[in-house]
């Protein structure tokens, strides 16, 4: 037994467990090790949208209340909460797929990328980088902000969008590959 320990000495697993058993307490250190690294993710996937990503955060924490008892205690905590939350996404997504297409067909034309202007801030690049994230597939985009700003490992991702840890790999080296070609005029902001 665990007695005398305190929550931020549990592993998540043992969090899991207590949340299970009903434990606030528990709830709560999950929430706090893990909040603001899903908002962020949240934010990231869901259109940069800081109300439906905190909408997100909040719905995904209640389904961990709902569905504790469905972890599998053999995974690791982490990687079955961002399937979760990838779910999400993509739940979303074919949401908003039926609405963009309308939304297409009201305007008659595709949007097109602004120019990039001659002034090479970080700003710049970032709208740049979004909108070129944004055109790829919702599994794809996750897969990059998993690993290169949650510093997800590879293999986890893997579980969390549900392919092979080689097809992670090569997904992110096509995409790389891709926005070093597209980004070739922010090379100097890159090598900062």
Same mark, same amino acid.
């Given at each position: 037994?665990?007695?005398?320990?305190?929550?931020?000495?549990?592993?998540?697993?043992?969090?899991?467990?207590?949340?299970?058993?009903?434990?606030?307490? /528990?709830?709560?250190?999950?929430?706090?090790?893990?909040?603001?690294?899903?908002?962020?993710?949240?934010?990231?996937?869901?259109?940069?949208?800081?109300?439906?990503?905190?909408?997100?955060?909040?719905?995904?924490?209640? !389904?961990?209340?709902?569905?504790?008892?469905?972890?599998?205690?053999?995974?690791?905590?982490?990687?079955?909460?961002?399937?979760?939350?990838?779910?999400?996404?993509?739940?979303?997504?074919?949401?908003?797929?039926?609405? /963009?297409?309308?939304?297409?067909?009201?305007?008659?034309?595709?949007?097109?990328?602004?120019?990039?202007?001659?002034?090479?801030?970080?700003?710049?690049?970032?709208?740049?980088?979004?909108?070129?994230?944004?055109?790829?597939?919702?599994?794809?985009?996750?897969?990059?902000?998993?690993?290169?700003?949650?510093?997800?490992?590879?293999?986890?991702?893997?579980?969390?969008?549900?392919?092979?840890?080689?097809?992670? !790999?090569?997904?992110?080296?096509?995409?790389?590959?891709?926005?070093?070609?597209?980004?070739?005029?922010? !090379?100097?902001?890159?090598?900062?």
């Amino acid at each position: 037994m665990l007695f005398g320990k305190s929550m931020k000495g549990l592993t998540d697993e043992e969090l899991i467990n207590k949340v299970q058993r009903r434990s606030e307490r /528990a709830l709560e250190e999950i929430y706090h090790r893990y909040s603001q690294s899903l908002l962020r993710y949240f934010y990231r996937m869901l259109w940069q949208d800081k109300n439906k990503a905190e909408d997100f955060l909040h719905d995904l924490f209640i !389904k961990l209340i709902e569905k504790s008892w469905q972890f599998d205690s053999n995974k690791k905590f982490s990687t079955w909460m961002y399937s979760m939350a990838h779910n999400m996404c993509k739940n979303e997504y074919r949401k908003q797929a039926s609405r /963009a297409a309308v939304q297409h067909h009201l305007n008659g034309h595709d949007q097109v990328d602004e120019s990039i202007t001659s002034q090479l801030d970080h700003d710049a690049f970032q709208k740049k980088l979004e909108r070129m994230l944004k055109e790829e597939d919702e599994d794809t985009r996750a897969i990059f902000i998993l690993r290169h700003e949650l510093e997800m490992p590879l293999a986890e991702i893997g579980e969390v969008v549900h392919c092979p840890e080689g097809t992670v !790999k090569s997904r992110l080296f096509y995409l790389k590959k891709k926005l070093a070609i597209a980004l070739e005029d922010y !090379k100097d902001i890159l090598e900062k």
